[in-house]
Nanobody, 119 residues
Framework: QVQLVESGGGLVQAGGSLRLSCVAS????????MGWYRQAPGEQRESVAY???????NYADSVKGRFTISRDNAQNTVYLQMNSLQPEDSAVYYC?????????????WGQGTQVTVSS
């Protein structure tokens, strides 16, 4: 079993910054893609950013130029640096990881961390 634990959420004023962290632990053979999703009340969960083990990244258009995703493969950790936050960035942010084993791949989610941006 694998656990993903997020931290770093909170309340910040518009224009401010937050840094989210997510640590994967448990029975891990390897992790390919790690990413962040978010879900605002009444909305569907959406992809924010993801990063491959080799370091290739992808961002949602709404966060390009403001958010930066990074990872530490040795520590099974992914980060999301969020700058110039806006009220529309308010949501529960979820970490996601694709954990690979010989012959299979399992998808895991964290419990979520709340980000609230006040205007």
């Amino acid at each position: 079993q694998v656990q993903l634990v997020e931290s770093g959420g909170g309340l910040v004023q518009a224009g401010g910054s937050l840094r989210l962290s997510c640590v994967a632990s448990g029975s891990i053979f390897g992790i390919d893609v790690m990413g962040w999703y978010r879900q605002a009340p009444g909305e569907q969960r959406e992809s924010v950013a993801y990063i491959t083990r080799a370091g290739s990244t992808n961002y949602a258009d709404s966060v390009k130029g403001r958010f930066t995703i990074s990872r530490d493969n040795a520590q099974n950790t992914v980060y999301l640096q969020m700058n110039s936050l806006q009220p529309e960035d308010s949501a529960v942010y979820y970490c996601n990881a694709g954990v690979v084993y010989p012959g299979r791949r399992d998808n895991y989610w964290g419990q979520g961390t709340q980000v609230t941006v006040s205007s």
